[in-house]
């Protein structure tokens, strides 16, 4: 009874661990939709038809841009780790009519690797100094409870 038991344990966990699951933030097929854009002829309202409002506008041009990211999970052993499958970017700019005058379609090939610096700042004055130790010191004793005599 155990062994069938543990069998059909381990056939439900196989199975649960071959079945991916993927989040996608955005709209979906980008890049189906890129495809029919068309410039100088699609104008604002058409895009809104074809795709949908955009996800981010531009503040000082007139450029929309569409996003699609998708996350699924890497294996078992990955703990729940996430791999980015697709993350598209597109950008529409629009002349002063409202007519598309440029598109362009950003992938996953096109994300740049931040490196962070790892310098550090430090302060000027150090804590450890003998003047610092009598003024937090002081300090301690002024923010401290008054004591009542009995």
């Known amino acids: 009874m155990k062994n069938i038991l543990f ?4 056939l439900f966990t196989l199975n649960c661990s ?14 189906v939709k890129y495809e029919k854009i068309v410039l100088n002829k699609t104008n604002k309202n058409d895009l809104k038809n074809i795709i949908g409002p955009p996800s981010s ?7 929309w841009f569409y996003i699609e ?10 703990l729940g780790n996430k791999k980015i499958v697709n993350n598209n970017i597109l950008i529409v700019e ?7 005058k440029e ?8 994300m740049n690797d931040l490196k962070i610096a790892d310098k550090k700042t ?23 409870p008054t004591r009542k005599k009995k």
């Open 7 to 10: 069998i059909i344990l381990f």
């Open 18 to 31: 071959i079945n991916k699951v993927s989040k996608t933030h955005g709209l979906r097929f980008i890049e």
């Open 57 to 63: 506008k531009s503040i000082f041009d007139d450029v």
């Open 94 to 100: 629009f002349n002063e009519y409202g007519l598309v």
């Open 103 to 110: 598109k362009s379609l950003l992938d996953l090939n096109d």
């Open 69 to 78: 990211r998708t996350k699924r999970s890497q294996s078992l052993f990955k």
């Open 122 to 144: 430090f302060k000027k004055f150090k804590q450890d100094n003998y003047v610092y130790n009598i003024l937090s010191t002081l300090k301690e004793k002024i923010n401290a």
